[in-house]
């Protein structure tokens, strides 16, 4: 290991459909402002990559997870021949099955990560949700999983014809009509490949809780919000922390059922009406875009993770967030060199000039 590690984190992409990996590294830089950090990102525009505040130190281009694994393993390695990283904290979803199904390699390359088993990641497995749910008690929407457009229709009538078209691994179309569902479900498969699942919409106020597991079925710390505002494709723009013992207790359930050893984040809707009740709608792998939000208010989800993946005891306990403050995303422009876009295009790989470390105003814990 380095004498002082050196960080990767992926998904830096903060547009529309923002990825976690920037908001990772200002979390990071909250306690560690000194931390080096590269980024591993699948395209040389990813708008974290030109940001002043929380752009890593240096970048390198990843192959697609669509190459396979022995691409992805090999372009690890090539990079690491570059740059000799000692943590790895994956934020998108699609990059987590080659690591969780080969932990061994990265213990052999000395890298450390965050992650959860391989049984306990498919056991939150979208198509897998319905007998998670059951065995704790939980309510989630009804899901079939289809690979042909017959059964898509079929499913979709089953189900009320007011469904959610979703992704294998990640996204989700609202769809009502015949014409709605087919387009969504051809985009599905060619972005995520089969099956593709259709879900029963449930109506009601959206709620998310982003925590981390320690692998022994307690949660180290969480922050639970409701969701304010919403893009069009249903990504979450603006939240407000929330505190019901309610929620707390089902996700605990969930994580206990589990083991879930790494970060997480818990999609439900809460259902209309007087006796509201929580639907689990998906349980994603990895942090949210949204994680920095809790880490203003002294619950630093990223910098325990980065701790517990190195074995360090913590600095101080991750406390709960304060109820009733929110976050809005406030879109602005990035400045770039065309330098560093041509390097990163042509090369696969940027280095940065040296930041002038400014310590935040919480930043106390020194490498």
Avoid at 227 to 245: E, N
Wanted: hydrophobic share 40%.
């Amino acid at each position: 290991m380095n004498a002082s590690p050196v960080i990767a984190v992926t998904g830096l992409h903060r547009g529309e459909n923002p990825q976690p990996g920037s908001a990772v590294i200002r979390s990071l830089r909250r306690v560690y402002p000194e931390l080096r950090i590269i980024g591993l990102v699948y395209d040389s525009l990813e708008s974290g990559l030109f940001s002043e505040e929380d752009a890593p130190d240096a970048a390198f281009t990843m192959s697609y997870p669509g190459a396979g694994e022995e691409a992805f393993w090999q372009r690890l390695d090539a990079i690491r021949e570059i740059e000799r990283f000692d943590v790895l904290i994956p934020c998108l979803d699609a990059e987590m099955a080659p690591l969780v199904d080969a932990p061994e390699k990265l213990r052999e390359r000395g890298i450390h990560a965050c992650l959860p088993t391989a049984a306990s990641f498919k056991c939150r497995d979208k198509s897998k949700l319905a007998e998670l749910c059951e065995r704790t008690h939980c309510r989630t929407p009804q899901t079939v999983a289809v690979s042909d457009v017959n059964s898509l229709h079929q499913a979709a009538v089953a189900l009320g014809g007011n469904v959610f078209v979703k992704g294998r691994f990640y996204e989700a179309r609202h769809a009502i009509t015949p014409a709605t569902r087919e387009a969504a479900y051809w985009h599905m498969l060619e972005q995520w490949g089969a099956p593709v699942l259709v879900q029963e919409n449930v109506l009601g106020e959206e709620y998310n809780v982003v925590g981390l597991g320690d692998g022994r079925g307690q949660i180290l710390g969480s922050c639970s919000i409701r969701k304010m505002l919403r893009t069009a494709s249903g990504k979450g723009f603006g939240g407000m922390i929330v505190r019901d013992p309610q929620l707390d207790a089902i996700a605990q359930s969930l994580i206990a059922e589990l083991r879930w050893h790494g970060p997480f984040e818990l999609e439900f809707v809460k259902s209309e009406g007087p006796k509201g009740e929580y639907c689990l709608i998906e349980i994603n792998p990895r942090f949210p875009a949204w994680c920095d939000f809790p880490s203003t208010l002294n619950c630093n989800l990223p910098a325990a993770a980065f701790e517990l993946a190195l074995g360090w005891q913590p600095r101080e306990p991750l406390r709960h967030a304060i109820p009733g403050k929110f976050f809005i995303r406030h879109a602005i422009d990035m400045t770039g060199d065309i330098r560093d876009l041509a390097a990163l295009t042509t090369s696969g790989q940027f280095f940065r000039q040296p930041r002038e470390f400014i310590p935040h105003p919480t930043s106390s814990r020194s490498l």
